[in-house]
């Protein structure tokens, strides 16, 4: 049974970071994309950033320039590095991992920016 857990949300105020882990079991995943979305309140859920199983990253324009994303094949967990945060980065943001065939989601973490 696959399994995402995400840790690391929090409050912090406006220029502060974060950094969100996010780790997976049940299952080898060096071979899936694994990214982060996120969704604030009243708005749809939105990628932020992904990672294909060969390294290449995809950031949302909103976040580029601020916001990291990294994996560890070894531990099974992908990690997003949250700099310079603003009040519109205030979402609950979920783990997310795919391949051609499946896809996985965590619970989610909230992550709210204000002073």
């Known amino acids: 049974q696959v399994q995402l857990v995400e840790s690391g949300g929090g409050l912090v105020q406006p220029g502060g970071s974060l950094r969100l882990s996010c780790a997976a079991s049940?299952?080898?995943?060096?071979?899936?994309?694994m990214g982060w979305y996120r969704q604030a309140p009243g708005k749809q859920r939105e990628l932020v950033a992904r990672?294909?199983?060969?390294?290449?990253?995809d950031l949302a324009d909103s976040v580029k320039g601020r916001f990291t994303i990294s994996r560890d094949n070894a531990k099974n967990t992908v990690s997003l590095q949250m700099n310079s945060l603003k009040p519109e980065d205030t979402a609950v943001y979920y783990c997310?991992?795919?391949?051609?065939?499946?896809?996985?989601w965590g619970q989610g973490t909230q992550v709210t920016v204000s002073s």
């Open positions: 990672i294909f199983s060969g390294g290449r990253t």
């Open positions: 997310n991992v795919w391949n051609f065939r499946y896809e996985f």
């Open positions: 049940g299952s080898a995943f060096s071979t899936y994309g």
